[in-house]
T-cell receptor
């Protein structure tokens, strides 16, 4: 049990729709990162937020956007869903003083299926 | 361009030591190198982290050479429950943006 909670656990959406995934960080953690993990692949970095500001972004189009709230919980929004967006979406929280790859605690993920 | 490379799979037997190496070039100068373990349908779990030389904790050791272009995760005396996928994670600056890069993962199978 990492203390990082993601909701929902599973979701089915139709191509073209929009989706919002949520993540509650471990208490006291001020940094959250989001990843997309396709079946059989390693996690792909989407973006990272540090104290409500985006401070790192992977190679994902602008239709992937995010927010971090004052309590450090976070949302991942994906617009205009495509079939290839079907994947496990993971969030990870950590306590970073600045940009950095420090010990992160992952949630169980949200399994998104786009049909 | 930062890139990570790991062996796709490894086989071992219970009680043996397993070493998994990740090659990573052009990583961020001041960043740690981190290793995670992942079981099916679960999020990755932190194993160990280091900056350079050698780090040891209760479950693993991590060896990082001075040039930081690779790292080796060492699991002493593996058991069946260590069967999982192991990932290295590094940070890098690319296209003026900071990115976190997972390796492609090494699937470790521990046999009785």
């Amino acid at each position: 049990e990492t203390g990082v909670t993601q909701s929902p656990t599973h979701l089915i959406k139709t191509r073209g729709q929009q989706v919002t995934l949520r993540c509650s960080s471990q208490s006291g953690h001020n940094t959250v990162s989001w990843y997309q993990q396709a079946l059989g692949q390693g996690p792909q970095f989407i973006f990272q937020y540090y104290r409500e500001e985006e401070n790192g972004r992977g190679n994902f189009p602008p239709r992937f956007s995010g927010l971090q709230f004052p309590n450090y919980s976070s949302e991942l929004n994906v617009n205009a869903l495509e079939l290839d967006d079907s994947a496990l979406y993971l969030c990870a929280s950590s306590l970073d003083h600045d940009r950095g790859n420090t010990e992160a605690f992952f949630g169980q993920g949200t399994r998104l299926t786009v049909v | 361009l930062a890139k990570t490379t790991q062996p796709i799979s490894m086989d071992s037997y219970e009680g043996q030591e397993v070493n998994i190496t990740c090659s990573h070039n052009n990583i961020a100068t001041n960043d740690y190198i981190t290793w995670y373990q992942q079981f099916p349908s679960q999020g990755p779990r932190f194993i160990i982290q280091g900056y350079k030389t050698k780090v040891t904790n209760e479950v693993a050791s991590l060896f990082i050479p001075a040039d930081r272009k690779s790292s080796t995760l060492s699991l002493p005396r593996v058991s069946l429950s260590d069967t999982a996928v192991y990932y290295c994670l590094v940070g890098a600056w690319m296209d003026s943006s900071y990115k976190l890069i997972f390796g492609s993962g090494t699937r470790l199978l521990v046999r009785p």
